[in-house]
C-alpha cells in the first residue's frame, strides 16, 4: 500500500511562489505516474500537471502551463515536485498530488491520494 503526503502549501501574494512537494512510502513511484490536482469547494478536482516516470514526460492543463514547473527526484524516486511561480488570486485551492498507472488528466484514474495542502493567493 503506498501513502503519498503533500507539503509546502501556504499563503502567498499575488505574483509569489511555492514549492510543493508530493512523498511516497510503501514504495517509489519508479514504473507510475504522479498528478497534482486542485479541488474548491463544490466543484470537482481540477487537473493542474503529471509526469511519468516511464517517459518523463510533463503534462500541464492551460491555465497553469508557462507558470507551474512538475518534477521529479529521480535519484530517490520516491518524491515529485510542483514549482508554482506567478501565482494568481485564481490559484487558490487544496492541492492534491496521486499516483496511477498514466499520467492521465482525469482524476478518477489515480488510485492513490494524499491528503491535500492549501494553498492561498491573496490578491
Known amino acids: 500500500q503506498v501513502q503519498l503526503i503533500e507539503s509546502g502549501g501556504g499563503l502567498v501574494q499575488t505574483g509569489g511562489s511555492l514549492r510543493l512537494s508530493c512523498a511516497a512510502s510503501?514504495?517509489?513511484?519508479?514504473?507510475?505516474?504522479v498528478g497534482w490536482f486542485r479541488q474548491t469547494p463544490g466543484t470537482e478536482r481540477e487537473f493542474v500537471a503529471a509526469?511519468?516516470?516511464?517517459?518523463?514526460?510533463?503534462?500541464y492543463a492551460d491555465s497553469v502551463k508557462g507558470r507551474f514547473t512538475i518534477s521529479r527526484d529521480n535519484a530517490v524516486k520516491a518524491t515529485v515536485y510542483l514549482q508554482m511561480n506567478s501565482l494568481k488570486p485564481e490559484d487558490t485551492a487544496v492541492y492534491y498530488c496521486?499516483?496511477?498507472?498514466?499520467?492521465?488528466?482525469?482524476?478518477?484514474?489515480?488510485?492513490?491520494w494524499g491528503q491535500g495542502t492549501q494553498v492561498t493567493v491573496s490578491s
Open positions: 510503501g514504495r517509489t513511484f519508479s514504473g507510475y505516474a
Open positions: 509526469i511519468s516516470w516511464i517517459d518523463s514526460i510533463p503534462r
Open positions: 496521486a499516483s496511477g498507472d498514466t499520467s492521465s488528466t482525469w482524476y478518477r484514474t489515480y488510485a492513490y
